[in-house]
Structures are given as C-alpha cells and as structure tokens.
C-alpha cells in the first residue's frame, strides 16, 4: 500500500528544489508544502476543521452581541447631585494631561473638584497641573509593599472630599456631557460604574491593538461568565461608601491589573459593578509613540489579565481567536493549492465582519486592519506571547521606567 510516508520520503529524496522548498523540518523529516496540503485537505480533517471554526466564530457572535449600550447624555437634578471628586494618577503624561484637564473645564457638570497626583513625573506633568485650577499633590516616593499608580490612587482619595470618587487616567478624553453622563448613571443604578472608553486611533500603528481591545471588551463588558470580570482603570465611578467598604486601593496595594482586582474585590463583597462602553462621550488615546507604544502598552500586563480572568471566559475568547487564526490558514492554503474553497473564503469574510463590526462599536480602528486581519492577528499572538513569558518566567515587567516583579502565585484564573 502506497502511504503518505512513502509520498513524503519520494518527495524529501527527489523534489526539494521549487515549490517543494517550501518545507517544514522536523528530525529528519522534510515535509514539503506541496504535501503538506494533500495531508491536510482531506475530507475528516477539512471537517473537525471548519466545524470547530463555525464554533469558534459563533461564539464571537455572542460575545459581539452582549457588549451593551454605550454611555448616553443624561442629566441629574441639581438636589440629588452627589460632590464628585476626580483623581487623575500620572507620571509622565505631560502630552495627555493638558487635554484631559482642558475637557474638565468645559464639562456641563459643576459639583466636582480635580486631583492630580503626580507619581514621581521627570517631565513637566507637575508644572502642566499646577497651571490649571486643580488641586495638585506630588508623590516622590512609593512606600515599600506598593506600586505606584496605586500609591497614586490612594493618595488622591485622601486628599478629596467628594461622596463619589471617579478615577480618570490621563489619556482619557471626555465630551462636555461626559461627567454628568456618568454621575447620573451611578446615581440612578447605584452600582459601580466603569467605562471603557471609545479607543481613539490617532495612527495607522494604533490599529494594531484592534484585537487586544476586542479581548479587554469581551473579558469585561460582554460578561461571558453573566458578570464583569474587571473594572476599566481609565474610568472608574464609585461611592465612597463602596470604596471604602472594600478597603480602596490599600487592598490593592501590590496589584499590577488593579483594575481587574478592584472588580474582583467588588463582586465578592456583593457590590454590583455595571461596565458600559463610552461611545461618543469618553474615549481614549492609548498609544502614544506609534510601535512602541503598542508594544509597551500591550506586552505589560495582558498576560496577567489572562490568568486573572474566568475559565470559562477565557476558553471563550481563545476559541474565538483560534477561528480568526484559522479562516487566514485555510485561505492561504486555498490559495497555495489554488483551489476554489468557498468555506474557507466564507469563514474568512465572517471573521472580517466581527472585527469590523467590533471596530465601529469600540473605537476609531482604520477598516483595513479588520479586512486583512492578519494584520492584528500576528502582532496580538507577538505581544501576547511575550506577555506571558514575562508573568510566567521572568515575574517581572517594565512600565514608564518602572520595573515591577510579579507575586510568586499569579495564576488566578477562577472556575
């Protein structure tokens, strides 16, 4: 009987040269391109293969459908107006923090006081503060046992005085109705409210991070497991009252996705949290320096983020993953093979409209990188690769200067 061992070895011995260079080596096994296709393309594996695809892409479907309403224009009236205070932590957000400040000064809400903490800044973030009309308290050192932007936290809500608490980091950006917007939402619930704020791609470069801010969406706003599973750092809106009940930031002292943790900390302590997307009120400039932007941003604490959420969810978005990563696989073997496989050319299409759907619904993502998603598929398993080594090996990872080691037991994922 003639195999496709005996194919194999015909085709190591005597067809290298041409399309056949295309190889995979393992050993001393040559498995040429050619090959390669005539293997996988029949029929029981072409089967598990796009069945387990569908799966995969009916279950982006789902997590598509359940990231709710975004935050709309609402107002509050005046006696039921809670004094809000806004801590703001920053190092180093001397290009952000102008604009964030100047958005505060036009918002139609009046009852609030600013904080900015200036967590051991060596540009001009301190200066920028100080000439606007907010209270400014600057952090030079971090007490043993904390990091900083949680220092930063707990230092801005000993300095307020407001009954509701919302902490904005300095890249976010608001709309004049923004604060009101959010005050009103946490009144009438009352729950914690989070925001994921619109992402706002200045750059091509900035489209690269399409697919890392679907994940953070689903993880925290789809609810897989029927809750959040985290809070949004960028914006968070709690009573005092909650804050304090769960001990704030000191809990939190040595968490590096504190955002995550203060969630976590919430929904045991039976505080119900409401994460909404921003829409056309609140969004956010991540990356502020093209590629390494993306990668500084990315590769910090996506991996712990990983291992911090559910199970469940994260079987979830890998299954989802995994089909986006497969339609680009079984295109380009259509296309080596030159064949006409409609399925293959199918699935791809499907997977390009959930990201392009996904896009619209969170941020200002260029449609390109969704249409040919390789683009973020590739740097996303990059990043999140490396992501990984660093929380699992290395135990330690780098941010604005910071180098940060990890605790020694740090997967938490939960049933």
Known sequence: MYSAAD?????????????DGYCLIRGDMVLSARNFLMITSSPDIGLVRYVVEIAGLAIGVFLLSRLGNPLHKASIPRDEAPFVSVIIPARNEERNLPRLLADLERQTYSAFEVIVVDDDSDDRTLEIASSFPVKTVRVETVPEGWLGKNWACHVGYLSSRGSLLVFLDADVRLHPAALEALVARA?????????QPHFLARSLSDSVGLLFWLVGSFAVVSKPVGRPEGLFGACIAIFRSHYESVGGHARLRNEVAEDLALGQVLAQAGIPV?????????????????????????????????LMISRLSFLFIFLWIAAIIGSELNLIRALLSRTYDLAALACYGVAAAELLYGARRTGTFNPLFALFHVLVTVPFVTLFTISLFNVLVLKRIQWKGRSIALDENIDRNKP
Do not use: C, N
């Not at 390494?292 to 990315?298: D, T």
């Open 7 to 19: 194919e194999i070895s015909k085709y190591s011995r005597d067809r290298l040269p041409g399309i």
């Open 187 to 195: 009144v009438q619930s009352p729950k914690v409210i989070s925001v």
């Open 274 to 306: 409401e994460v909404v997307p921003g829409g056309s009120l609140i969004g956010v400039y991540m990356h502020d320096s093209g590629l390494r932007g993306v990668y500084r941003v990315w590769a910090r604490t996506f991996g712990l983020g990983a």
